[in-house]
């Protein structure tokens, strides 16, 4: 069974800090990753994937990947009250496979 | 560009009754998944269509089918349902069959079954 992990949260920053989420997955074939967020009552929407290991940046938004620990984050700089919603960490498992598996999401709080 | 669409957007059934659920894809999208979120168990795959052809079916029971029809437009129904069916469902589209291709979700149809 391939496993994505997330802590459930919530997780708690005050406006304009780092707000950093984690995501562990079970499959080391696994070839391609995403985050997702979803704001309460909506459906989700991609905000980032990376597919390599590294950093990569976009905006505010910073994900890391780190295959041999199976391990993949999003920061998240100069957090808005906007922000506050759950982030949903996605994984597809080896090539030629499309299924996305979701973890189970953190929820985020952005506090004024 | 309309997004993804769904309809219905809410619905109550009964016990043991089918549902049928329906979605239209981006225009120019030919992949459509369905997805199943529930506050217990998350997001859970259901199945994905391609050119009307199933590539991928996820692991629920065979109440839960699906099909594709040639302008891209999806169906999933669910048979018999039970109490544990009620979810929201989603349906999700993307342009290609690269797995790279971002998907876009649809606002969803709450089933409830009582």
């Known amino acids: 069974q391939k496993e994505v992990e997330q802590n459930s949260g919530p997780l708690s920053v005050p406006e304009g800090a780092i707000a950093s989420l984690n995501c562990t997955y079970s499959d080391r074939g696994s070839q391609s990753f995403f985050w997702y967020r979803q704001y309460s009552g909506k459906s989700p929407e991609l905000i980032m994937s990376i597919y390599s290991n590294g950093d990569k940046e976009d905006g505010r938004f910073t994900a890391q990947l780190n295959k041999a620990s199976q391990y993949v984050s999003l920061l998240i700089r100069d957090s808005q009250p906007s922000d506050s919603a759950t982030y949903l960490c996605a994984v597809i498992s080896g090539a030629g496979s499309y299924q996305l598996t979701f973890g189970k999401g953190t929820k985020l709080s952005v506090i004024p | 560009k309309a997004g993804v669409t769904q309809t219905p957007r809410y619905l109550i059934k009964t016990r043991g009754q089918q549902v049928t659920l329906s979605c239209s894809p981006i225009?120019?999208?030919?992949?459509v998944s369905w997805y199943q979120q529930t506050p217990g168990q998350g997001l859970q795959f259901l199945f994905e269509y391609f050119s009307e052809t199933q590539r991928n079916k996820g692991n629920f029971p065979g109440r839960f089918s699906g099909r594709q029809f040639s302008n891209s437009r999806s169906e999933m129904n669910v048979s018999t349902l039970e109490l544990g069916d009620s979810a929201l469902y989603l349906c999700a589209s993307r342009r290609s069959g690269d797995y790279a291709d971002t998907q876009y979700f649809g606002p969803g149809t709450r089933l409830t079954v009582l």
């Open positions: 225009s120019g999208h030919r992949s």
